[in-house]
């Protein structure tokens, strides 16, 4: 099976950036989509970015274009997303995911593995 585990959230004021982590245990070989999911309160889950991993097609919501970027460390079996310039409306829980295929759909639908999240506050 899989298993993903997220890092790196915290707290920081508009304008600044945070790296989350997403490490990824398990047979790397029944997932080839790795994406990054944000929640926030009393909001549903929204996809954020995602990537077909071993090189692949990149994915962004237009909410994030030209300010967050996600990559890979094959060598690691961990994903990135580096979010510059975050704004208050980025604060939520922000989640890792994994599955095989239509990455580019960036919607909870065929999501097999999650990460438990990782906490982002932006303060204004």
């Known amino acids: 099976q899989v298993q993903l585990v997220e890092s790196g959230g915290g707290s920081v004021q508009a304008g600044g950036s945070l790296r989350l982590s997403c490490a990824f245990y398990g047979n790397a070989y029944i997932t080839n989509c790795m994406a990054w999911f944000r929640q926030a309160p009393g909001k549903e889950r929204e996809g954020v970015a995602a990537?077909?991993?071993?090189?692949?097609?990149?994915y962004y919501a237009d909410s994030v274009k030209g300010r967050f970027t996600i990559s890979e460390d094959n060598a690691k079996n961990t994903v990135y997303l580096q979010m510059n310039s975050l704004k208050p409306e980025d604060t939520a829980m922000y989640y890792c995911a994994a599955k095989w295929n239509s990455c580019y759909t960036l919607t909870v639908a065929g999501y097999n593995y999650w990460g438990k999240g990782t906490q982002v506050t932006v303060s204004s």
């Open positions: 990537i077909y991993t071993g090189g692949g097609s990149i």
